[in-house]
């Protein structure tokens, strides 16, 4: 069992950065893949960005990819969401999911095992 907590939303402008933190629980983090996703109203959750379980590739969708990077510190646990040069587009409720995913469904979500509850990013115009 892993427990996902999302944290670092908020109301930004336009242009601006945010950096989204996912705080998982268990021993077994280092194991797991992790993606992002996010889920504007009214549309349907959206690949983000995806990370293999050691850190060791990354992955993005077509229109995050050079805004947004991936990351994360097993020690401690986390997955990081580096947000640049944001846009309203991307406002939405933003969810950290853990896997064991393959290149060809990392960007399915019904290919993850765990999520968080999300965190809300606003961007205003």
């Known amino acids: 069992q892993v427990q996902l907590v999302e944290s670092g939303g908020g109301l930004v402008q336009a242009g601006g950065s945010l950096r989204l933190s996912c705080a998982a629980s268990g021993r077994t983090f280092s194991s797991y893949a992790m993606g992002w996703f996010r889920q504007a109203p009214g549309k349907e959750r959206e690949f983000v960005a995806a990370?293999?379980?050691?850190?060791?590739?990354?992955y993005y969708a077509r229109s995050v990819k050079g805004r947004f990077t991936i990351s994360r510190d097993n020690a401690k646990n986390t997955v990081y969401l580096q947000i640049n040069t944001l846009t309203p587009e991307d406002t939405a409720v933003y969810y950290c999911?853990?896997?064991?995913?393959?290149?060809?469904?990392?960007?399915?979500?019904?290919?993850?095992?765990?999520w968080g509850k999300g965190t809300q990013v606003t961007v205003s115009s």
């Open positions: 990370i293999t379980s050691s850190g060791g590739n990354t």
């Open positions: 999911a853990a896997g064991t995913i393959t290149i060809l469904t990392m960007k399915t979500v019904k290919a993850y095992d765990y």
